[in-house]
């Protein structure tokens, strides 16, 4: 059987915070339930066409699919084990804002399999808290992490966020120490972008391009001080016994996040919900981004021919050329410490990696960027300081 990962859409959160620009928004309880009907219809349909396929891993992102009524939450989740053919031993994750879980969620939770956690923190400061527009404070967080250990989750990852506005590396310091203290088995730790559309962009955008450039900074830290809150992450979390397995995640032993490193590794995955993307045998499908587009389009789900995933959902489908297929097996293999096999490459595209890259490999490897070890292509620690660089040298 091949291997398949799915990913689930919930747009829905309490408020949009003040530096997201994903694919969310608030909602009433009918709009939620109808999306909630037409997710199952997609699930239904895309389950009959995948029994070739066995699941390993989920992942419900969001928005926060925690604001989601947990009953809702179980349906989907039966709905998916009835009509995909799941492994026993799937890892199951679920995107949580604190302030949005209660026991009886948790306990739901785990019994229609969701076996990980994802708390989206960013911050143990309140002041960073309220300036990022979460609805949560540090302490509630602390009584979610709590309930959810006393529940049963034994896999939990904490999301936080460096480079904030007026943010020292004296204070990151603080959050990183405070998360430490508590051992959740992996740590997600991001630096903030300011992305267009959102209210960030039009506070920041200025100091943004500055930082960007390398220039002084009035609130944003500059770009020494994101590179120091880089620096200081790997060395806090590796004496805390954490592994860190690609750029900005860190986990225990076993704990590394199989879902995030199947897309680093190029695995078939299926997109279920509004805007979601799917790679099922090198075609990129992305489903539409309107909500009534997207509801109206389940329920007249249909086969097409030939190329049974392109459906009435979908905005985008496209087959990957072969050259986009090798750059993205090497920028996205290379953002883990372990890099990329050279086997698997040749194994892919029926010739050796060097006969592709050889000159980009040879450069970065002057440039100490770069080494190859028992059969494996990795960045160095220069380079995955430089790693932006050093990737981009696979763009051909």
Not at 44 to 72: A, C, F, H, R
Not at 125 to 134: A, C, V
């Given at each position: 059987?091949?291997?398949?990962?799915?990913?689930?859409?919930?747009?829905?959160?309490?408020?949009?915070?003040?530096?997201?620009?994903?694919?969310?928004?608030?909602?009433?309880?009918?709009?939620?339930?109808?999306?909630?009907?037409?997710?199952?219809?997609?699930?239904?349909?895309?389950?009959?066409?995948?029994?070739?396929?066995?699941?390993?891993?989920?992942?419900?992102?969001?928005?926060?699919?925690?604001?989601?009524?947990?009953?809702?939450?179980?349906?989907?989740?039966?709905?998916?084990?009835?009509?995909?053919?799941?492994?026993?031993?799937?890892?199951?994750?679920?995107?949580?804002?604190?302030?949005?879980?209660?026991?009886?969620?948790?306990?739901?939770?785990?019994?229609?399999?969701?076996?990980?956690?994802?708390?989206?923190?960013?911050?143990?400061?309140?002041?960073?808290?309220?300036?990022?527009?979460?609805?949560?404070?540090?302490?509630?967080?602390?009584?979610?992490?709590?309930?959810?250990?006393?529940?049963?989750?034994?896999?939990?990852?904490?999301?936080?966020?460096?480079?904030?506005?007026?943010?020292?590396?004296?204070?990151?310091?603080?959050?990183?120490?405070?998360?430490?203290?508590?051992?959740?088995?992996?740590?997600?730790?991001?630096?903030l972008i300011i992305e267009k559309g959102t209210p960030f962009y039009e506070t920041y955008k200025f100091d943004a391009v500055r930082q960007e450039a390398g220039m002084p900074t009035e609130i944003l830290p500059n770009e020494d001080e994101v590179y120091k809150m880089y620096k200081v992450t790997q060395m806090l979390l590796k004496d805390a016994g954490y592994l860190q397995y690609e750029i900005s995640n860190y986990a225990k032993n076993g704990y590394e996040c199989k879902h995030n490193i199947g897309y680093w590794k190029r695995e078939n995955y299926l997109g279920l919900g509004l805007g979601a993307a799917s790679l099922i045998e090198n075609v990129r499908y992305t489903n539409t981004r309107e909500l009534y587009k997207y509801m109206e389009g389940c329920n007249k789900l249909h086969d097409v021919g030939e190329n049974i995933f392109i459906s009435n959902i979908h905005d985008e489908a496209n087959e990957i050329a072969r050259k986009a297929q090798m750059e993205e097996f090497m920028f996205l293999g290379l953002r883990m410490n372990e890099g990329v096999s050279r086997g698997d490459f040749e194994r892919c595209f029926g010739m050796p990696i060097e006969a592709v890259y050889r000159d980009q490999i040879e450069g970065l490897k002057r440039e100490e960027l770069l080494q190859i070890r028992e059969g494996r292509v990795y960045l160095t620690d220069k380079g995955m300081d430089l790693s932006n660089y050093a990737m981009a040298k696979f763009l051909m």
């Open positions: 059987m091949r291997n398949l990962e799915i990913y689930i859409h919930t747009p829905f959160c309490v408020k949009k915070c003040a530096y997201c620009d994903f694919l969310s928004f608030p909602s009433d309880d009918n709009t939620q339930a109808r999306y909630a009907h037409s997710l199952i219809q997609e699930i239904k349909y895309y389950g009959s066409l995948m029994k070739d396929y066995k699941v390993s891993t989920i992942y419900i992102g969001g928005g926060t699919p925690t604001w989601l009524d947990e009953n809702l939450m179980v349906a989907i989740m039966n709905q998916i084990h009835e009509n995909f053919n799941v492994d026993s031993e799937a890892e199951v994750s679920i995107e949580c804002n604190p302030g949005t879980v209660t026991e009886s969620k948790l306990r739901k939770y785990l019994g229609c399999g969701i076996n990980r956690l994802s708390i989206g923190l960013q911050s143990a400061d309140n002041d960073e808290l309220k300036l990022l527009g979460r609805i949560h404070t540090y302490e509630q967080f602390l009584k979610n992490y709590e309930l959810a250990r006393n529940v049963g989750f034994s896999n939990i990852n904490v999301d936080i966020i460096c480079g904030l506005p007026y943010q020292t590396v004296t204070k990151f310091m603080n959050t990183l120490q405070k998360i430490v203290r508590i051992k959740p088995e992996h740590l997600s730790v991001y630096s």
